[in-house]
């Protein structure tokens, strides 16, 4: 393709090389090639952005997977962004895989809603447009003031489940909590499977965390208060959750456990230990966004999971390195089209056929 008469240019935020990648293979599939542009920190870790093209009146992609060094990503984006706006791009497009903070994205004790303060600096920065994958919460597409299209991993995943298990007939969808049940009902509708639900006091869901809305401090039982001493409302009963329960019968059966992002493991290697005393004989894990910070790789490699399936829409190269349990699905091929479709001005809902909104 002729990229001056395009129209478009597709450009990395990245400086460091693994999180290239998945640009090179979106890419590779559109048949143009990458922007020139330097992406560097300085030696105070200042980020520095040189776009060495024109891009005036053009519609311009920025394609940044997000690394361990989340903060660094997101600066890398926003002066990117920042330089393209003043260099006259027409269209400022974010292609963002996995968006950070999104698990961020409710109000916590006395804490910040951090996503949508990073949507407000995006739109900020001169983006006018989001592609992404898997929202954390798909209530998040409301903090843009732009359209953001939220794609899914799930027919990527739902393939992989038919071609790379064997047996796959024999298994059952596991939620690891009820909040992550309707996703896991979904593959279980659109495989044709069983459904079986983990909860209890192993599990820790985020509609358990304390919300500031409702949680005021403690009174401290020397404090005097003057004036009208308040309403005597009803005393809350106390939550408390049963022991480690699995709803559905899963002995002698393949587990596939199903969510969004893993990334601390240990309540996946938990759910694991209980789901082989429950009489399962091969458990798999299936992500959209393997993070797998920390011990991760570690965890997996020493516990009950016999593979762990995630999306490139995070470099974990590393990981695989250390931990052979861990498989990829590439999704660059959904990424491009999306691409070429949103700069063409075509319909977007070719990408959503047979998608469910609980997905």
Known sequence: ?????????????????????????ITERLGVDLGKSVVYQESNRETRVDVKESV?????FIIQTIPRDVNTAIMELLVMAYALKTNCAKNII????????SKQCKM????????????????????????????????????????????????FLLQYIQEEIPDYRNAIIV????????????????????LAVMHGEAQCSESDMADGRH???????????????????????????????????????????????????EDFVAAAEILKERGAYKIYIMATHGLLSAEAPRLIEESAIDEVVVTNTVPHEVQKLQCPKIKTVDVSMILAEAIRRIHNGESMAYLFRNITVDD
């Open 175 to 194: 939620a690891k909590s009820p909040s992550a049940a309707k996703r896991a009902q979904s593959y279980a509708e659109r495989l044709r499977l069983g």
């Open 215 to 265: 949680s005021p401090p403690p009174m401290s039982s020397g404090r005097t208060t003057s004036g009208h001493p308040g309403l005597e409302l009803p005393l809350m009963m106390a939550k408390e959750k049963p022991p480690i329960t699995v709803v559905g019968d899963v002995g002698g059966r393949i587990a596939i456990i199903v969510d969004d992002i893993i990334d601390d493991v």
């Open 56 to 60: 005036r009146g053009q519609d311009i």
């Open 1 to 25: 393709m002729n990229i001056s008469k395009s129209g478009y240019r597709v450009f990395s935020a990245n400086s460091t090389t693994a999180c290239t990648e998945l640009a090179k293979k």
């Open 108 to 155: 916590r004790k006395r804490g910040s809603i951090v996503c949508k303060l990073l949507a407000s600096m995006l739109a900020k920065a001169g983006l006018t447009h989001i592609i992404t994958m898997d929202l954390h919460q798909k209530e998040i597409q409301g903090f843009f003031s732009f359209p953001v299209d939220n794609l899914r991993a799930s027919p």
């Open 94 to 101: 974010g292609v963002i895989p996995y968006f950070p903070y």
